[in-house]
């Protein structure tokens, strides 16, 4: 009897085990990969694009390069951040990533810089 319960206890150390290794490696490559960054990116712009307000429209404003591109993500309400790449460089600064990725069928650029432990999108450009 003292047998089963020392081998349900190690069953249940190997579970346990094997659920922090996986959260391990879950976490290493959600942050250390740089999918944390893709994520905020994603859910920046498409917040911003997804209902036209005041509040979207400033935003978009603030976030333009210039006046094409902000005509063009007013005008792409709806959008979502398609094909997303890796980061194509730090800009010389580790603390900024630079992304291509498509909105309604544009190539656009979006600089992401990181605040205070967050990931903020700092410019988009449509090329």
Same mark, same amino acid.
């Given at each position: 009897?003292?047998?089963?319960?020392?081998?349900?206890?190690?069953?249940?150390?190997?579970?346990? +085990?094997?659920?922090?290794?996986?959260?391990? &490696?879950?976490?290493?490559?959600?942050?250390?990969?740089?999918?944390?960054?893709?994520?905020?990116?994603?859910?920046?712009?498409?917040?911003?694009?997804?209902?036209?307000?005041? =509040?979207? /429209?400033?935003?978009?404003?603030?976030?333009?390069?210039?006046?094409? &591109?902000?005509?063009?993500? &007013?005008?792409?309400?709806?959008?979502?951040?398609?094909?997303?790449?890796?980061?194509?460089?730090?800009? +010389?600064?580790?603390?900024?990533?630079?992304?291509?990725? /498509?909105?309604?069928?544009?190539? &656009?650029?979006?600089?992401?810089? =990181?605040?205070? +432990?967050?990931?903020?999108?700092?410019?988009?450009?449509?090329?």
């Amino acid at each position: 009897m003292n047998h089963t319960k020392i081998s349900k206890y190690k069953k249940l150390k190997i579970v346990i +085990g094997v659920l922090c290794l996986v959260i391990a &490696t879950y976490l290493f490559l959600f942050f250390y990969m740089g999918y944390n960054v893709k994520h905020d990116l994603r859910y920046q712009v498409n917040l911003n694009l997804s209902v036209q307000t005041d =509040k979207s /429209s400033k935003k978009l404003k603030q976030l333009s390069v210039n006046n094409r &591109t902000y005509n063009f993500l &007013t005008k792409s309400v709806g959008s979502k951040v398609r094909d997303l790449s890796d980061p194509q460089g730090n800009l +010389g600064d580790p603390n900024a990533e630079y992304f291509v990725c /498509s909105i309604d069928r544009e190539k &656009t650029g979006v600089i992401m810089t =990181k605040r205070n +432990g967050h990931w903020r999108v700092a410019s988009i450009q449509v090329y």
